[in-house]
């Protein structure tokens, strides 16, 4: 099954930017829906952006204008953009991946990351 690993998260101040990154390894003959997640301490576990094989991208209202989620197929790796970085983007990132056709993030994702911290200061 695929091993994901994500990278790219750090402290930043309100308004700055950061960029995660998330390799995809092992194999699969089925197309992938591949998505961000966050949490943060004491809260669940929400979706951030979500993009599928067929072009489909949805965002979380929160992020919506701030946040932008690609592919690279060649290199394996989901990018997520985030600009205008406010203190309640503050969670631990978790990338997932799934077999299913539809960008979304209801139901169990088959794959996830170990997470990059994201912190966001005032």
């Known amino acids: 099954q695929d091993n994901l690993r994500e990278s790219g998260g750090g402290s930043v101040q309100a308004g700055g930017s950061l960029r995660l990154s998330c390799r995809g390894s092992?194999?699969?003959?089925?197309?992938?829906?591949r998505a961000w997640f966050r949490q943060a301490p004491g809260k669940g576990r929400e979706g951030v952006a979500a993009?599928?094989?067929?072009?489909?991208?949805i965002y979380a209202d929160s992020v919506k204008g701030r946040f932008t989620i690609s592919h690279d197929s060649a290199k394996r790796t989901l990018y997520l953009q985030m600009n205008n970085l406010k203190p309640e983007a503050t969670a631990m990132y978790y990338c997932?991946?799934?077999?299913?056709?539809?960008?979304?993030?209801?139901?169990?994702?088959?794959?996830w990351g170990q997470g990059t911290q994201v912190t966001v200061s005032q």
């Open positions: 997932a991946a799934d077999e299913r056709a539809m960008a979304g993030f209801g139901g169990a994702f088959n794959y």
């Open positions: 993009i599928d094989n067929n072009g489909g991208i």
């Open positions: 092992g194999y699969s003959f089925r197309h992938y829906v």
